[in-house]
């Protein structure tokens, strides 16, 4: 069992996650409102990464918090 002071590192990296997760999907609205095709796709892409680092930080974030 890890001792609590050694979880709080990784909780600090997963809200990390969460935090750069949300200004990526923010940042990919400015490319999502472009006309052209791969600026869409580079917005997609953005929101798309930016969704999966929020899961991955809450998911993290959820086992860390878990009580043994």
Known sequence: MTEPHARRPLGYIAAAAIGIGIVGMVVSFHFLSL???????????????????IGSGLISLAILARRD
């Open 35 to 53: 006309a052209d095709a791969r600026d869409i796709a580079a917005g997609n892409a953005g929101f798309i990464s930016g969704a999966i680092l």
